[in-house]
């Protein structure tokens, strides 16, 4: 009798295994840009711009106002590592989440959150612009680019 139970628990456990591919299955750590949720996302991009309104209006009134500054050049005042916060938040929060939503926010008629993301953006680059000059758009944002 107890051959019997673990040969059909056997089999039962088998077609159990291999009826399921996981190679088919999708990676749940991955997530889409078409399973985000557009309101989580511009909660995101709303509560990433505080931060870097913040820091860089610190920065920029130190410079105007000269004070901070070790010596008489601008030079000695900071040095690149201070502007890595800004970049990462600039790149790797602000600008890649409102790159996602726009098209994801036009898609299921969010015209609100795409206005807000499309001003956040815009906002975003012109600041970078304005305080660094040229900056990365059109390849830094390219998932394929690597560089």
Known sequence: MKKIALIITAAISLAVVSSCDIARLDNPSKVSPSAADPSLLLNQVQTQL???????????????????????????????????????TAYQGILVNAKTLIPLADSKSLFMHEGMAQVIYAYTMMTLVDNFGDVPYTEALDPTNLN
């Open 50 to 88: 505080p931060s870097f309104f913040y820091t860089m209006s610190d920065y920029d009134m130190q410079m105007t106002r000269m004070t901070h500054f070790y010596g008489p050049n601008f030079e000695n005042g900071f040095t690149p590592l201070s502007f890595d916060g800004i970049w990462t």
